[in-house]
């Protein structure tokens, strides 16, 4: 006798305990990409409407972002693997972080010269100066 497939309309194909971790990190990865749109939305608002929206969209990305985490490091946890990402340098842990770093060094002066600005640019700098050297340091 066959036995009958877990699925639902839901949540579609059930069968097995353990789901396919390259699944798990296009799922991931597809979101976290939604997050930078929704971000990049929320900084684009205008007219009407526009600080409704802007909050909204605000509490949107922060939350999906937050929401995403947990769900990538319990479901590793979970099921005992690591998501995969693409073109992303585990290798190293610094190695992610140094070249954001880097990047933004080399091209600060793309946002203008006001000291204000510049301050603000600071403040990245320093938070990732001190991430690599927990990373590098304390890892």
């Given amino acids: 006798m066959a036995t009958a497939s877990k699925s639902t309309l839901l949540y579609g194909n059930m069968d097995g305990d353990k789901s396919d971790v390259s699944a798990a990190s296009q799922f991931i990865e597809k979101l976290l990409m939604a997050v930078d749109s929704i971000h990049k939305v929320h900084l684009m608002t205008t007219g009407p409407g526009s600080f409704a929206a802007h909050e909204a969209l605000g509490e949107t990305y922060s939350a999906l ?5 947990g769900l990538a490091e319990s479901y590793m946890g979970c ?6 990402f693409k073109g992303v340098d585990v290798s190293n842990y610094c190695a992610e972080v140094r070249k954001i770093y880097d990047y933004v060094e080399a091209n600060r002066m793309m946002m203008g010269t006001e000291s204000h600005i510049q301050n603000k640019v600071d403040e990245i700098l320093d938070g ?5 050297f927990k990373l590098d340091r304390l890892a």
């Fill in 79 to 84: 099921q005992y693997v690591g998501l995969e």
């Fill in 65 to 69: 972002e937050d929401g995403l985490d």
């Fill in 128 to 132: 990732l100066a001190r991430s690599l």
